[in-house]
């Protein structure tokens, strides 16, 4: 039984160009271009005041606010993939074949992305469709990518590693938003704005560099060696395999306590990355149309460019107080910024402010968590069922936070009182992260 080559050049550049190539769907589909136009389209204002006239949407004969209506879509695709990730993942410890479910989710959707360029108000529940398969292609291929960092870098190097793909996310998926945005300037100088062209074009770009991109980590990324025979229904084996790693974890103290920790802390952070760009569109007072649209894409990419130094910053800050108390640091950072925005932003200026912190912090965030988790794992060969299991918990948690966020703005009325449960999510997360042991050996 052969594995994987740790520390090799090659393979590592080969997994963290992933991150490059996949960070184009979360960064212009669900962060800085499709909100916007998401939210334009099917938001009907005053032409001369700019204010909402109706941002109500009509999906299957019910009445829901446009951004109401977003969140339950982002729950549902997240809830499709914690349901199809133990089968496809115990399938795939199984039968040697991660690479193979990573090519899957990574086609099925980088093309699905393309279908947003047939976006229809007046089909609003159609229109979604491939926003949902892309999104649960998205989370689907990031299970199978995930677990392959533990197989090709070794403990020591695994957060410097976690870090380098995070940054090269940042980095590309920035040059394809600011690509994106030149040619949206160039079309709306022909007078093509008025039917949103050039945002639909962007979709489609989207399509093409995740896929493009990907074809140099799923060409050079050694398939999975690790093959075991299954006396079992492959069907059922990944939730037995799932279950399995529960039975394990649940028994060891510090890794039961951080992904407790884990589930809390991330449905804040993931929440802020989908539900932001319409926050500030409906919450902030913009002085016109066009300053908001200007406004939010700097901030986004002022978030990009500076999640990139917080990756490595917070890399660099873990290897001298470790990783728990460096997440510490920046889960404190979150909940003093997320009170912030309740309180005080209001103002463009605010919200520049607040892309700045979560800048900071946003990269540092997610590397550090991937990689804490997987150097907390016990010896194994089924990396894919652990991260796979590690991925179901990071879904349901981000399925309750899209959900929470959005019904609690259809019940008030305002995406402000929201803001709320983050602080909790994040304060819950905090204080279970304190508990965690700080000692580097496993503990029962």
């Not at 209001?346 to 804490?372: D, E, K, N, W």
Request: proline share 3%.
């Amino acid at each position: 039984m052969n594995k994987l080559p740790k520390d090799d050049t090659k393979v590592i550049r080969a997994w963290t160009f992933y991150d490059w190539a996949n960070s184009s769907f979360p960064l212009v589909i669900n962060t800085a271009i499709f909100p916007t136009f998401y939210e334009a389209q099917t938001t009907l204002r005053d032409e001369k005041t700019g204010a909402v006239i109706n941002d109500m949407v009509n999906v299957l004969g019910f009445q829901l606010k446009n951004s109401e209506f977003y969140s339950y879509i982002v729950s549902l695709s997240l809830i499709i993939v914690c349901i199809t990730a133990p089968v496809l993942s115990g399938i795939a410890d199984y039968s040697g074949s991660k690479k193979k479910f990573l090519r899957f989710f990574c086609i099925m959707g980088s093309f699905s992305c393309a279908g947003l360029y047939f976006f229809d108000r007046e089909h609003i529940f159609l229109s979604m469709l491939p926003f949902l398969i892309a999104t649960v292609g998205y989370w689907g291929s990031i299970v199978f990518y995930n677990a392959y960092l533990p197989e090709i870098a070794s403990i020591d190097n695994q957060d410097k590693v976690s870090a380098r793909g995070f940054a090269l996310g940042y980095f590309g998926s920035s040059l394809l938003l600011i690509c994106n945005l030149i040619l949206i300037t160039k079309f709306e100088a022909f007078g093509f704005e008025t039917k949103g062209a050039a945002v639909r074009i962007a979709f489609i770009t989207v399509s093409i560099w995740w896929f493009g991109f990907a074809q140099i980590t799923l060409r050079n990324l050694p398939g999975n060696s690790i093959k075991k025979k299954s006396d079992g229904n492959p069907f059922f084996k990944g939730f037995n395999e799932i279950s399995k790693v529960w039975g394990e974890l649940k028994h060891i103290k510090r890794i039961k306590r951080f992904l407790t920790s884990y589930f809390f802390y991330n449905m804040g952070v993931q929440t802020v990355m989908y539900m932001a760009v319409l926050f500030a569109a409906k919450e902030i007072a913009w002085p016109d149309e066009k300053t908001k649209s200007t406004s939010l894409i700097i901030s986004i990419l002022l978030i990009q460019f500076l999640g990139m130094g917080g990756s490595y910053l917070f890399s660099y800050m873990s290897s001298k107080i470790g990783n728990i108390k460096a997440l510490g640091v920046a889960i404190f950072f979150w909940s003093i910024v997320c009170i912030g925005v309740y309180m005080f932003v209001t103002l463009p200026f605010h919200f520049y402010i607040t892309a700045i912190c979560v800048g900071l912090v946003m990269g540092g965030t997610q590397s550090l968590s991937r990689s804490t988790y997987s150097k907390m794992l016990p010896p194994t060969e089924d990396h894919a069922s652990y991260f796979s299991f590690f991925d179901v918990l990071e879904k349901g948690g981000i399925v309750i936070g899209t959900f929470s966020f959005g019904l609690i703005e259809g019940i008030t009325g305002g995406m402000r009182n929201s803001v709320l449960v983050l602080v909790v999510f994040f304060i819950v997360g905090f204080l279970v992260l304190l508990s965690v042991p700080k000692n580097k050996a496993i503990q029962p």
